[in-house]
């Protein structure tokens, strides 16, 4: 087909295009500049169009390449300029854009108009991310997630900068550089990637013992999600709402997903690394692909002012949780991600959070770390994205607009109008104006600051082991078995005994048997007391006492929601469900199994011997999604083998087959097989007492797997049942 020239296409598609930014109306007041090559002559940056694209300007058929060639070098320059430096942390990130919507008016606490017009659809842009890897490492590294959402209000963009874990290793932001340094790959060989397992991590965390609590959150599976759309988020640190009459209240923020809190299991991580590093990025591309958009409600725990010192932790000690047995999550609107971004670099890459961009209504408190974070995330951008004017960039542009006297600088995009750059002024009138407090002007919170200006830390920051064994002892036993083996994991791969030592005597003040039960796994003994030495923590001067850990009487020994087995598991929305098959397979079993779980929203793929067809008993086409040689079973939630005595010989034979079925069994998967394909689990490991006691029961079902499925339809509920629960980790 030849290319359409002239104004008539080129008008067309203006119109085509105003038409979608009507459509997109509040996502296009972001004043996207987008470009689509459909139908257009390739041309220079100066638009000039081009002739040749293959073949740079010679002196001579043989000869050299000419300086002259201005094709050549504009093409070769921008490209060796195309990478911008990657995050210095939570580089490896995927986002997606959506809306966020509160279910009633919040005005009792906040100003903040997204949070009290229920008819409002604020539209959010979504960033997760792990922590420590770059930005080619793989999404199922142990690490915490980042979960860092824009919402472009009226009044101008709030950031909530947040975590999938609601505490942080460190207390004030003085440490920060430290820490990184210590968990990214050591500085001397760059090993290891995304991975905290080295000696360095493990030496400042041994010598921090304020990290505690959040390594036990990075030891449990939260570290290891199932999905992004399956974890929670945490504004970390507390905050301020504030209301029209100037009233503040305490809040802390946090982001419950509708799918439930899910995890993979450890080695079905590692395995994960290596068939598909893209997991959670491509998991959570196709979920809005495929139109199952992921869903969050926006929970608030609210502290009275009055309150500010009734409990047993600081609301601004940032490694510290309110449990919510104590103050309950109240759950005050929803957010639905709908539409992937069109370009990577442009919005994924580009887009710059800052925890400081609040609006009227949300304001900020003295949390140490909090504090830090204000100066640190605007500095990073400068070098990042280039210069002061990234919030020019599209996807960092606010809905609301943008008057000031700020000017010029790297790559400025607006061109200001008029004479006057300066406030106050008379010649434009005194325009830009301050807006008052009514008038929607940002108003910081009046708090009375009565003290000394001193480096120091508050004592009532200084229990670090309570909420830790709070978290510890809130786990199931298979919880706390993960917990211990990822310990395990880590601190085997230090070398240095000292540093493993110190740990397994820090773990000591957390719980003793994890303490005692990590330590044998190393084969090493557990001294009672922790061998942090304390000249390492405390400042030059400082007097020793002052800075030992203390412990307060907490008034709960345990909280449900720190567990995940209270999550939701009541849906197989999006679920990955393999189903084995070779020739000769039952078709009929296939089309009903396949049938009652898209019922449900979960997604079947049929994986055979080879790629292409296989024949079913009845010599029907059935088409192959994929071959055992690409998929694995650490990419799917279940499976299921139909029956069909042919496919169930072959599969038998397949070692592959095999070894997808024992891996589903191993990581805890619903598994349900027709009659003439269950004999594929005996034939597995002859030799393997886990899986053999198991088939020796009579309730197979109550540990996921269900035989004699025939796809009638009682028979796939159990199944279908059984992939809610997620995972049957004491099987
Ligand atoms: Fe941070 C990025 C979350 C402490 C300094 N942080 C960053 C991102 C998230 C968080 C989600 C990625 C944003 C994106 O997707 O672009 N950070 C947190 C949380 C913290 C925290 C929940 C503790 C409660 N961070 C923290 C401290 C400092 C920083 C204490 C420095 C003093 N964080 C940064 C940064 C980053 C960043 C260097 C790197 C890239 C960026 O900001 O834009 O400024």
Known sequence: MGVKVGKTSGARRDEKKIEKDIINEKISSLAYHTESAAEEFLTTNQGTRINDNQNSLKAGERGPTLLEDFLLREKITHFDHERIPERVVHARGTAAHGYFQVYESMAKYTKAKFLTDPSEKTPVFVRFSTVAGSRGSSDLARDARGFAVKFYTKEGNYDLVANNMPVFFIQDAIKFPDFVHAVKPEPHNEIPQASSAHDTFWDFISLTPESMHMIMWVMSDRAIPRSFRMMEGFGVHTFRFINEDGKSVFVKFHWKPLLGVHSVAWEEAQIISSKDPDFHRRDLWEAIETGAFPEWELGVQIVPEEDEHKYEFDLLDPTKIIPEELVPVQRIGKMTLNRNPSNFFAETEQVAFHPGNVVPGIDLTNDPLLQGRLFSYIDTQLSRLGGPNFHEIPINRPIAPVHNNQRDGHMRQTINRGNTSYQPNTIEGGYPIQAKAAEGGFTSYTERIDANKIRGRSRSFFDHFSQATLFYNSQSDAEKKHLTDALSFELEKVKSVEIRQRMVGLLTQVDE????????????????????????????????????????????????????????????????????????????????????LAAEGAKTKIIAPKFGYIKSATGKEIKVDQSFLTAASVLFDAVYVPGGAKSSASLKENARALQFVYEAYKHGKAIAMDDESAGLLRVLYPGNKMLSDTLQETDLAAKGIIVNVHAKRATSRDFIRAIAQHRFWDR
């Open 513 to 596: 048997t994890l303490a005692t039960n990590v330590a044998n796994t190393l084969g090493m003994p557990v001294r009672k007391q922790p061998e942090y030495p304390m000249n390492h923590i405390i400042p030059a001067d400082g007097d020793p006492k002052e800075y030992q850990p203390i412990k307060v009487k907490q008034s709960i020994k345990k909280s449900d929601a720190l567990s995940m087995v209270n999550t939701i598991k009541n849906t197989i929305k999006t679920r990955q469900i393999a189903i084995l098959a070779a020739d000769g397979v039952d078709e009929a079993s296939i089309s009903q199994m396949r049938s009652a």
